[in-house]
């Protein structure tokens, strides 16, 4: 029997630069696993949409589909859009067997990667020393997902025993910017920030922009293709093809 399908949902952006992250990120999951099929698919902006792919799979006689959505909190994109589009890609494909597996969250070895993005824009912007750290993230209306962000926050400062914040480029504050002045206010004048994105785009772009502007000595690259993020969806990937074995 063959193994279900793999497809990874991205939100998307008019970002040219973000599809070709998440493209760049599911060719890691491949090399990964090269025995399964793994596609890319979108929710908007972005190419190739959803029901696009679920559409290929199907008509290359694919009949079991984990889908692994990209992202990180569980806020309106995971509790409404994804439910959304899988609806209708098992109404219109009767006998299509379709499994969404958890979001990709905010796992501590994500923080890892942070590092190692932060460590990369430090030292081209020859910074040696640090006294305060900003974690950005998309933010989002529901406080359940900014709370997770901020919870992440206080490990990453307690590990590099560095005072931290967690800062939002939408929809809940502190911005970047203002959480950059916040600690500048403070005496603070080695402020680096961590971008807590999957990949570019206007939110993130954003975000770089308020911290730089604030007086941030350094903003990381998103986390993007990183062999880390790639296992963690082969993970929830794993976990999606067993819901689908029949009991």
Do not use: C
Request: charged residues 20%; glycine residues 6%.
């Amino acid at each position: 029997m063959a193994a279900p399908a793999l497809v990874a949902l991205a939100h998307g952006s008019r970002d040219p630069q973000s599809a070709a992250t998440i493209n760049a990120l599911v060719a890691e999951v491949r090399a990964l696993r090269p025995d399964l099929r793994i596609e890319s698919a979108f929710l908007d902006h972005s190419r190739p949409r959803f029901q696009t792919v679920i559409d290929k799979l199907v008509k290359a006689g694919h009949d079991e589909i984990v889908v692994v959505p990209l992202l990180l909190t569980e806020a309106f994109h995971a509790r409404v859009d994804v439910p959304s589009v899988i609806a209708e890609a098992t109404e219109r494909h009767p006998g299509l067997r379709i499994h969404t597996s958890s979001i990709l969250g905010l796992e501590s070895v994500f923080l890892q990667v942070l590092d190692e993005r932060l460590r990369a824009s430090l030292k081209a912007a020859r910074v040696r020393e640090l006294d305060a750290l900003v974690l950005a993230a998309a933010g989002s209306s529901d406080s359940l997902a900014n709370q997770s962000v901020a919870r992440l926050a206080r490990i990453w400062g307690a590990h590099h025993k560095l005072p931290v914040v967690a800062a939002y480029a939408s929809a809940a504050p502190p911005a970047t910017g203002e959480a950059v002045r916040a600690f500048r206010a403070e005496g603070r004048r080695h402020i680096a920030v961590g971008m807590l994105f999957l990949a570019p785009g206007q939110l993130p772009d954003r975000a770089k922009e308020l911290a730089l502007e604030a007086g941030a000595v350094a903003v990381s690259d998103p986390m993007g293709a990183h062999p880390e993020v790639a296992r963690t969806i082969l993970a929830r990937y794993a976990v999606g093809a067993v819901e689908l074995v029949p009991v």
